[in-house]
């Protein structure tokens, strides 16, 4: 990271470039692995313009008019799906919620196949989330159109590290030289994993804090610094990062009881206090109050949550863009006839 400015705020602060010129030099965004640092900064310093572009002036663009959007969602969701949602709508595409339980997924219909039903409609940009990990790579090799990867199974969540890394500089004014403890569940969490591989790209030292069942086997492989007691992890950290416990993705019991877990991993006050006292307090959602997190942090004045969620509309925003100023505007065809839709 030698030769980067520590404070890289101002560099968002440029104005977004003319609407053609490319910002992005890949045809997806399927995780923060491979990205450059040029990249990331690029689509940080869109989204910033776009977080006062909605906050202060025309919420409603014309950047997408013409492009068609779906959102495919095999898992539930609801801040990604509407952040998604509103960001395409915000940006003027057309944009298509494919709901699982009532597409013909249900049917027996593979992903694949699904995929490439949807493709012959011709969509600019398809965002999925899907329960396996390596489901967005595989589509983006199937479809015609930009393909962004919503969260993968336990592999990786782009735009949730994306939207954490523009909640810190917008605080923190860099993420060079800070030290964040990612605490919870690291073993099931594509947050977790997506945030490493950003934080460290962009000059952070980062610490993982969790019982030793909650940890991937290959965690001294990560380059992060691994805790297993909050109070040490916790100690003169700039950002404390929370994780829900994914109960879905765990086969048995990972631990004793949700009630011990809250006592030594759950993040309340006194925890917090180890921290450096500006400390950011940040979680992905959904929260669960009283399991990892205290109601009176997850709304105390350290939290940054709801703006978290602010960032995410703007960081969705600013991927849409980026992804179809690399494609050039599609001709309508006609869909394949015949058979059930
Ligand atoms: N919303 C995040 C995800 O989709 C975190 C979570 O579900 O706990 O991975």
């Given at each position: 990271m030698a030769g980067r400015?520590?404070?890289?705020?101002?560099?968002?602060?440029?104005?977004?470039?003319?609407?053609?010129s490319p910002v992005f030099s890949q045809p997806h965004l399927l995780g923060i692995e491979g990205l450059s640092v040029s990249d990331v900064l690029n689509l940080l310093t869109l989204a910033h313009n776009y977080v006062e572009l909605s906050r202060h002036g025309e919420k409603k663009l014309s950047v997408l008019r013409g492009r068609t959007q779906i959102n495919l969602f095999f898992e539930a969701s609801t801040?990604?799906?509407?952040?998604?949602e509103l960001a395409g709508k915000r940006l003027g595409a057309d944009v298509m919620n494919m709901s699982?339980?009532?597409?013909?997924v249900s049917k027996g219909e593979t992903l694949i196949d699904t995929a490439v039903t949807l493709n012959a409609m011709n969509p600019d940009l398809?965002?999925?989330?899907?329960?396996s990990a390596g489901a967005a790579a595989l589509l983006a090799q199937k479809v015609g159109c930009a393909v962004i990867n919503a969260g993968d199974g336990a592999h990786e969540h782009p735009t949730q590290a994306l939207l954490d890394a523009l909640t810190i500089i917008r605080h923190k004014h860099r993420v060079e030289g800070l030290t964040v403890a990612i605490c919870g569940d690291i073993l099931h969490s594509r947050v977790a994993r997506s945030n490493i591989l950003l934080l460290q790209l962009l000059g952070a030292s980062v610490r993982v804090v969790a019982p030793r069942p909650l940890l991937?086997?290959?965690i001294d492989r990560w380059g992060v610094q691994v805790f297993s007691r909050m109070e040490e992890g916790l100690k003169d950290c700039d950002i404390v990062m929370m994780l829900r416990l994914q109960l879905e993705r765990m086969d048995g019991a990972f631990v004793p009881s949700v009630r011990e877990y809250y006592r030594y991993f759950g993040l309340d006050e006194e925890k917090l206090a180890y921290a450096k006292p500006d400390a950011l307090v940040m979680h992905p959602g959904p929260m669960n109050r009283g399991v990892?997190?205290?109601?009176?942090?997850?709304?105390?004045?350290?939290?940054?949550?709801?703006?978290?969620?602010?960032?995410?509309?703007?960081?969705?925003?600013?991927?849409?863009?980026?992804?179809?100023?690399?494609?050039?505007?599609?001709?309508?065809?006609?869909?394949?006839?015949?058979?059930?839709?």
């Open positions: 400015a520590a404070s890289i705020e101002p560099a968002l602060m440029t104005p977004i470039p003319n609407q053609t801040r990604t799906q509407s952040s998604f699982v339980k009532s597409s013909s398809l965002v999925i989330r899907h329960a991937p086997a290959a990892e997190i205290a109601s009176s942090v997850a709304d105390g004045v350290q939290s940054v949550i709801r703006e978290q969620v602010e960032m995410g509309v703007a960081v969705r925003m600013a991927v849409l863009d980026a992804l179809a100023r690399n494609r050039p505007v599609q001709a309508e065809t006609p869909a394949p006839q015949g058979g059930e839709a």
